[in-house]
């Protein structure tokens, strides 16, 4: 199957908490795994990507894991700011090596 | 900066009336992308071009077509625009297949 799972679908934290945002997938053979974030009215933007030949990548506050043996992938964003409030899609390969997006996780930052 | 722009950003069209949005990239990228945002949801992918050949989703509907006439421009054709067609239509160019996809600032489809 292609379908990738994100959870939680909302995810409210405190400014300056961590949040962590987690996506599992079913397709073995996918080795590409994006994360989008799309601001209220705006169009999606890459924030950061990672392929299946490392375990972690970092970019200042944000950071993503991937564990291809249980099929997750997770987005760590630390010392989150209220600019950071918006929608985040995790994406993966499918087998026609298009991106198959998740169902999105609606981050609220309070100030 | 844009470099992949869509037109217009918001179009209302009647119920029925054939409607084309279009797309143009400045990236020289190879690969074009027509995406569906219905409110709170994940983009889902219409059709793209790797290059001239067009690949459909086995579950876009017959009602849109798509045509690429150069590198730099898509169009997405709507033939019969139903209710539930409106939606946020996103445009994206990416080089290859699994890279970075750029979006453009999409087009907002009211049916009237």
């Known amino acids: 199957g292609e379908n990738v799972e994100q959870h939680p679908s909302t995810l409210s934290v405190q400014e300056g908490d961590s949040a962590v945002i987690k996506c599992t997938y079913s397709?073995?053979?996918?080795?590409?795994f994006p994360w989008y974030k799309q601001e209220l009215g705006k169009r999606p933007q890459l924030i950061i990507d990672?392929?299946?030949?490392?375990g972690e990548k970092k970019d200042q506050r944000i950071a993503v894991t991937l564990n291809k043996t249980a099929k997750h992938f997770s987005l760590h964003i630390t010392e989150t700011q209220p600019e950071d409030s918006a929608v985040y899609f995790c994406?993966?390969?499918?087998?026609?090596?298009?991106?198959?997006f998740g169902g999105g996780t609606r981050l609220m930052v309070k100030p | 900066d844009a470099m992949v722009i869509q037109n217009p950003r918001y179009q209302v069209t009647q119920f029925g009336k054939p409607v084309t949005l279009s797309c143009s990239q400045t990236?020289?990228?190879?690969?074009m992308y027509w995406y569906q945002q219905k409110s709170s949801q994940a983009p889902k992918l219409l059709f793209h071009?790797?290059?001239?050949?067009?690949?459909n989703e086995a579950d876009t509907p017959d009602n849109f077509q798509s045509r690429r006439p150069n590198t730099s421009f898509c169009f997405l054709d709507i033939r019969s625009p139903g209710l539930g067609d409106a939606a946020m239509y996103l445009c994206?160019?990416?080089?290859?297949?699994?890279?970075?996809?750029?979006f453009g600032a999409g087009t907002r489809l009211s049916v009237l």
């Open positions: 994206a160019t990416s080089r290859g297949a699994k890279n970075i996809q750029y």
């Open positions: 397709d073995s053979a996918s080795n590409y």
């Open positions: 990672i392929r299946s030949n490392v």
């Open positions: 994406a993966h390969n499918n087998a026609g090596n298009m991106l198959t």
């Open positions: 990236l020289n990228h190879n690969v």
């Open positions: 071009y790797y290059d001239k050949d067009f690949n």
